[in-house]
């Protein structure tokens, strides 16, 4: 699709909403779109006497359409000036190009990656949960299944967010290495096989990194409320390797505060009796482990290396080990995977009775090419059916969402809801995906956030992204944290 910008410079929002409604589009901007073959957009933005004016003309499949939107633009901040603009460009595309789908989109014109924190931000600017769900409805567009979902999410958030003191701050340790990598994983992530010889080197910059932001969170004066180790795989790390990680974090950090403490032991084919006994022993009250699909034929086409029945095994072991709480992980989509298969996985996860379970859409990799956007857009329909009879089944057995968050590029445009049973919420996953609180994340690919709870502020801090580069930075490390902790300083 051809498209051009007049009178703004706001590409990003002009292409996102653009690749929202047509995801397979391959996005050309030009300066004219006279003349062009195919589909078409023109996007223009004009102001006059306080008022700004977002127009498209767009024509998909042979037929043109226009749309306007108006708002008043006088007087405001530039922050909120630029928001004003970017929307009126993102709705007036919108108006333009949605009465050309066969469907529209479930989420509407949104295209951010935390709804809820949307309409968190309407109900804390006084609207009543129902306007705020009127308002999702009927000025975003969005679906009154994905606006129940939303409302229930943003709930939570209001709900977990008095239990936020203002010196309260959470911790995220990264474990970046995997047995072996899945086909559709997007995370920075190495195979032992690769990068195992990482590992050590790793772990020492690693606990350097926590001895000095733990005496960072002291002299902040900060308390550590939920701490939440990912990855990657941290069960990768073999049993001494955990006892060592899992010991520095408690003699350098106070945990005596701690309302939640997450390992992520995703896939079966790392978890031992010892290794869980290892994170019991230190405190963990939470693991995930992962079946992403309890159908061989389709962990197979994924390139997980473990069975179904690793996945009942590994279970059975965290069971015994008496965690408070067993999160597992699903994603709708999968190469090979059907509707009727995916209903059977979320019906045998079901059955297991874990406190939480995740369910996620496939997001297509960056840089896909367009036959996998195509074969992604082709199999919209099926993920959701999944989806549907996922939440519906989830709902019967008495799980209810409690987070959500999308992706760019998800299949069909969907999203990843955490359910769960009453009372069972996973803390660190709401106050990192609404942005609640100050989250230090230690490890590479960590990204730091303070959050300024009275102004919603947010100030990031990124330690590099790979683990060789993230070993050569150690001594770097510690700055990036303190920027976080003790800003002015
Ligand atoms: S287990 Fe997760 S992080 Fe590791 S390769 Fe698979 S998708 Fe990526």
Redesign the pocket.
């Known amino acids: 699709m051809i498209y051009t910008l007049e009178g703004h410079e706001l590409k990003h929002a002009a292409e996102e909403m653009l690749l929202t409604l047509l995801p397979t589009a391959a996005l050309t901007r030009a300066d004219t779109a006279d003349g062009a073959e195919g589909d078409w957009c023109r996007s223009c933005l004009t102001e006059r006497d306080g008022e700004a004016v977002g127009r498209a003309v767009a024509s998909v499949g042979g037929v043109v359409r226009e749309s306007e939107r108006r708002a008043p633009c006088a007087g405001l901040s530039p922050l909120e000036h630029k928001r004003v603009q970017t929307e009126l460009v993102k709705m007036s595309i919108y108006d333009a190009v949605a009465p050309a789908l066969a469907q529209p989109p479930v989420w509407g014109s949104l295209t951010g990656v935390r709804p809820a924190k949307l309409a968190r931000g309407l109900i804390e600017r006084g609207m009543s949960r129902g306007e705020a769900a009127a308002c999702l409805r009927e000025r975003y567009y969005v679906s009154p299944a994905r606006t129940a979902l939303t409302i229930r999410a943003a709930a939570t958030a209001m709900e977990l967010d008095k239990c936020i003191g203002p010196d309260d701050i959470s911790l995220y340790v990264g474990i ?1 290495f ?1 047995p ?3 086909y ?4 920075v ?1 190495a ?1 032992t096989a690769q990068s195992g010889h990482l590992i050590e080197p790793y772990l020492d910059t690693l606990c350097r990194e926590i001895a000095e932001t733990a005496a960072l969170v002291r002299e902040a004066g900060k308390r550590v409320q939920s701490v939440y180790i990912g ?3 941290p069960t990768t790390l073999n049993e001494a390797q955990l006892a060592r990680l899992l010991d520095t974090l408690a003699q350098n950090f106070d945990f005596s505060r701690l309302r939640e403490y997450t390992v992520e032991a ?2 079966p084919d790392t978890v031992t009796p010892g290794k869980l006994r290892a994170l019991r022993a230190a405190g963990v009250d939470r693991v995930s482990i ?1 079946p ?1 699909s309890m159908d061989d034929k389709v962990l197979a086409a994924i ?2 290396r473990h069975t179904a029945q690793d996945v009942l095994r590994a279970y059975d072991e965290a069971r015994q080990a008496g965690f408070r709480a067993v999160n597992m992980d699903l994603i709708a989509g999968l190469t090979g995977d059907t509707a009727e298969t995916f209903a059977r996985t979320v019906d045998t996860l079901i059955g297991l009775a874990p406190e939480n379970i995740t369910v996620h859409t496939l997001a297509i990799k960056r840089g896909a090419d367009l036959t996998d956007k195509a074969a992604a857009a082709a199999r919209r329909e099926t993920v959701a059916h999944m989806l549907d009879n996922a939440a519906h089944a989830l709902q019967a057995a008495g799980y209810g969402p409690y987070y959500l968050y999308r992706q760019k590029f998800m299949a069909g445009g969907f999203e990843n809801v955490g359910w769960c049973r009453p009372d069972t919420e996973c803390f660190y996953n709401v106050a990192m995906m609404e942005e609640l609180q100050t989250i230090l994340s230690l490890g590479a690919g960590g990204v730091s956030k303070r959050v300024d709870r009275d102004t919603g502020w947010i100030e990031r801090s990124n330690n590099p992204k790979y683990p060789l580069e993230y070993i050569r930075a150690a001594d770097r490390l510690a700055a990036g944290k303190r920027k976080i902790l003790l800003p002015g300083q």
Do not use: I, L
Request: glycine share 20%.
């Open positions: 970046p995997c072996s990598r899945c559709y994983c997007s995370f992530s195979t990855g990657g795989t995703g896939r992962n992403q390139g997980r």
